[in-house]
């Protein structure tokens, strides 16, 4: 009789023979995908033939490098289970930092627009955490759009989390913000060709790159955001840290207060922009 600790044992050793990075990790979580429970109470448990095949299937996908959240259509982010496919990013654990920022700088009763939704992580986490919030999330991808607002009805937001088909503010001429959200394409073109394999083959190039050395899309966003941002209210880049000198250059420019903020590895991910009036 084969258990499921047995079973993710085989599975981990499998994944480091691929090379995949937190093999231990991710085999409790594809031995929980085919079991259907939580690691800790299947451990001891006989694994069925469905259960091994359904385990085999993943094991396969995952050996060609295809990210497990793609796999089991599921990504988690600060306090939400999020539906993820190939046609949004995956989340990532920085952008937990960027949501802090916007509920930080957020007045009670705000307004929240988030600029390339893609999954609607930001969006939906907000929306989440402060019930109060008037929360709009735009993004140029239906594909990407139908992604979000399958979160949305998960989590019973669908009435609160306005979701519109937009290239940046173009969906939302006339109408300003408390805080304005902006995790934007910013990957060079240069750069994209040397992505790890896991992102370059798999994610969405659309929600990855930007021409003109990573900005294109940040320059845009910025040249209106005044249009768009509250007196008072508060903008949040997340980009490469090489950029950061020089979008907060263009928000100066453009009329705002700005202030580099660092990730959690110390590295300059964050631009936010105040708008003094």
């Not at 094991?59 to 793609?70: D, G, I, S, T």
């Not at 930001?122 to 019930?131: H, K, N, Q, T, Y």
């Not at 969906?171 to 805080?179: N, P």
């Not at 040249?223 to 907060?248: I, Y």
């Amino acid at each position: 009789m084969k258990t499921f600790s047995r079973l993710s044992s085989e599975i981990c050793a499998e994944l480091r023979a691929a090379d995949v990075a937190s093999p231990e990790a991710e085999a409790k979580f594809i031995a929980e995908a085919a079991g259907g429970k939580r690691f800790f109470q299947l451990m001891t448990e006989s694994v069925s033939p469905e259960a091994q095949a359904k385990a085999d299937a993943i094991v396969a996908r995952r050996r060609k490098k295809e990210p497990l959240q793609y796999i089991l259509e599921s990504a988690p982010f600060r306090e939400l289970d999020l539906y993820v496919t190939p046609d949004v990013l995956i989340p990532r654990p920085e952008t937990e930092m960027l949501v802090s920022f916007c509920l930080d700088a957020l007045p009670e009763n705000g307004t929240l627009l988030d600029l390339g939704t893609g999954s609607g992580a930001i969006a939906l986490s907000v929306g989440f955490e402060r019930r109060d919030a008037k929360v709009t999330a735009v993004d140029i991808s239906g594909n990407a759009l139908a992604v979000a607002r399958k979160n949305a009805a998960k989590y019973a937001l669908t009435d609160r989390v306005e979701f519109l088909l937009s290239d940046l503010f173009s969906a939302v001429k006339g109408r300003r913000f408390d805080v304005i959200a902006a995790n934007l394409p910013y990957v060079t073109l240069e750069e994209y060709p040397t992505l790890d394999a896991e992102v370059r083959d798999f994610e969405p190039q659309l929600a990855l790159t930007s021409p003109d050395a990573g900005l294109q899309h940040i320059k845009r966003a910025v040249s209106h955001l005044k249009q768009h941002l509250n007196p008072g209210g508060e903008a949040f880049f997340e980009l490469s840290p090489p950029q950061a000198e020089t979008v907060a250059g263009l928000l100066s420019r453009a009329g705002f207060s700005s202030k580099i903020h660092p990730d959690l590895t110390g590295r300059a991910r964050f631009v936010a922009a105040k708008n003094d009036g």
